[in-house]
């Protein structure tokens, strides 16, 4: 059973920083892994996703890794902005025959103006 | 704005009932998935619909059931609503579905519907 961690659950930073957000799942054997960002009450904006092909995927400031062999997934913030606040999700899509998607439980983040 | 949109955005119901969710997918997308995520979790995805057939679910029981119209648009049935029902239900279109391996299994999401199960 495909099961995702992110670490840490909550991230509180300054204006200007540069961050990293930590994802890691128990089965390797995944098709992709996606980051989500979700606003309060909200849905999900996809930001990234990487194929399990692919080692990185970028996106303007945001750059994500993958690791599969040691099932591990990074979400990289340059120079974060308040507006960066929310909370982000990483999900990887895995499974035989009956392939589902899964989440971790997302990491909070703040950044105070 | 992704396109996406889903029907009621609030619904309370009590244990017992049946409820129907509705989402419209955003054009030119053909598979539509739908998502539970309770206070402070992550979603859980409950099945996925690809040119109006279900092809993968996860570990949700009978009682959730959907359908896909010609339209590719869907809804998602909830019978016998249980307390722990009651969540953000999401629902997710794209372009191929989720195993296509293809840069267009990237999925847009819905605002969501909230509900409440008393």
């Known amino acids: 059973k495909q099961e995702v961690t992110q670490i840490p659950a909550a991230l509180s930073v300054p204006e200007g920083e540069n961050l990293v957000l930590n994802c890691s799942f128990t089965?390797?054997?995944?098709?992709?892994l996606q980051w989500f960002r979700q606003d309060p009450g909200k849905g999900l904006t996809s930001l990234l996703l990487i194929q399990s092909s692919q080692r990185e995927q970028t996106s303007g400031r945001l750059n994500a890794s993958l690791d599969k062999s040691s099932g591990r997934s990074t979400l990289y913030i340059a120079a974060s902005q308040p507006g960066d606040s929310a909370t982000y999700l990483c999900?990887?899509?895995?499974?035989?025959?009956?392939?589902?998607?899964?989440f971790g439980k997302g990491t909070l983040l703040t950044v105070n103006p | 704005e992704t396109g996406v949109t889903q029907s009621p955005t609030h619904l309370i119901k009590t244990r017992g009932q049946q409820v129907t969710l509705r989402c419209s997918s955003q054009?030119?997308?053909?598979?539509v998935s739908w998502y539970q995520q309770a206070l402070g979790q992550g979603p859980q995805f409950i099945f996925q619909y690809y040119r109006e057939e279900e092809n993968g679910r996860g570990n949700f029981p009978p009682r959730f059931s959907g359908l896909q119209f010609p339209n590719y648009s869907s809804e998602l049935n909830v019978n016998a609503l249980e307390l722990d029902d009651s969540a953000l239900y999401l629902c997710?279109?794209?372009?191929?579905?989720?195993?296509?391996?293809?840069?267009?299994?990237?999925?847009?999401f819905g605002p969501g519907t909230r509900l409440t199960v008393l």
């Open positions: 089965d390797s054997a995944i098709y992709n």
């Open positions: 997710a279109s794209s372009q191929t579905p989720l195993f296509s391996g293809s840069s267009t299994d990237t999925q847009y």
């Open positions: 054009s030119g997308h053909n598979t």
């Open positions: 999900a990887v899509l895995s499974g035989g025959s009956n392939y589902k998607l899964t």
